[in-house]
């Protein structure tokens, strides 16, 4: 089935471990993001990246890192995880990041807890 | 600064139509996004609107005022499924979608 696939669907992380969350896509999308959801707050963007070996910060990117090395991957790294880092991430890819505006599609969640 | 306003939670009947409104204030505008969200899953595309006007797809429109920086989802013969999250997101002069908090839909019988 096509779609947006993420893993883990839920974890929980001693504070200060490193942890990656992974993303794969089989759409051929060339833009992806990486969000977090918070209760009482949007969505917030993480990473993006528009193409393959392209990456940028997002609103709030601070103790995360990504990389895009093909199409397909969009891996996020909590280098050292802290409690404020306790939130649901989706990641999502769009056809398009510039010209006619596509919808995104999203993965089912990682629901991360970090103690 | 960007901004997107829409309120935290509505009541409605089912059978009964609803309009969920969404105010943005964003750097350069590229088009508006209504997205649902059922609890504990992703959110899920609904509607995309770029020029002024309503969009009518089924049970749901969406209504674009540029000049105002507002839109509305209208939700009509609500069922028991509807009951969900609704997200309004505009995006911005470099096409990066700005969130609101989204809308709590409560469906009663």
């Known amino acids: 089935i096509a779609g947006i696939t993420q893993a883990p669907t839920s974890q929980i992380l001693a504070a200060g471990r490193r942890m990656t969350l992974r993303c794969t896509q089989d759409?051929?999308?060339?833009?992806m993001y990486w969000y977090r959801q918070d209760l009482g707050l949007g969505l917030r963007l993480i990473h993006y990246?528009?193409?393959?070996?392209?990456?940028g910060k997002g609103e709030v990117p601070d103790g995360y890192s990504v990389s895009r090395a093909n199409t397909d991957d969009f891996p996020l790294t909590l280098a050292s995880a802290v409690p404020s880092q306790t939130s649901v991430y989706f990641c999502?890819?769009?056809?398009?990041?510039?010209?006619?505006?596509?919808?995104?599609?999203f993965g089912q969640g990682t629901r991360l807890t970090v103690v | 600064g960007q901004n997107i306003d829409q309120p935290t939670e509505m009541t409605a009947t089912e059978g009964a139509i609803v309009q969920i409104n969404c105010t943005y204030q964003?750097?350069?505008?590229?088009?508006l996004f209504w997205y649902q969200q059922h609890a504990g899953e992703a959110p899920t595309f609904l509607s995309y609107?770029?020029l002024d006007g309503l969009e009518e797809k089924g049970r749901f429109s969406s209504f674009l005022s540029r000049s105002k920086g507002y839109s509305y989802l209208l939700l009509k013969e609500l069922q028991m499924k509807d009951s969900a999250s609704y997200l309004c997101?505009?995006?911005?002069?470099?096409?990066?979608?700005?969130w609101g908090a989204g809308t709590k839909l409560i469906i009663k019988p």
């Open positions: 999502a890819s769009s056809d398009s990041n510039t010209g006619a505006s596509t919808e995104a599609f």
């Open positions: 759409m051929r999308h060339n833009a």
């Open positions: 990246s528009n193409t393959a070996g392209t990456t």
């Open positions: 964003t750097s350069g505008f590229n088009g």
């Open positions: 609107n770029v």
């Open positions: 997101a505009a995006m911005d002069s470099n096409y990066q979608l700005i």
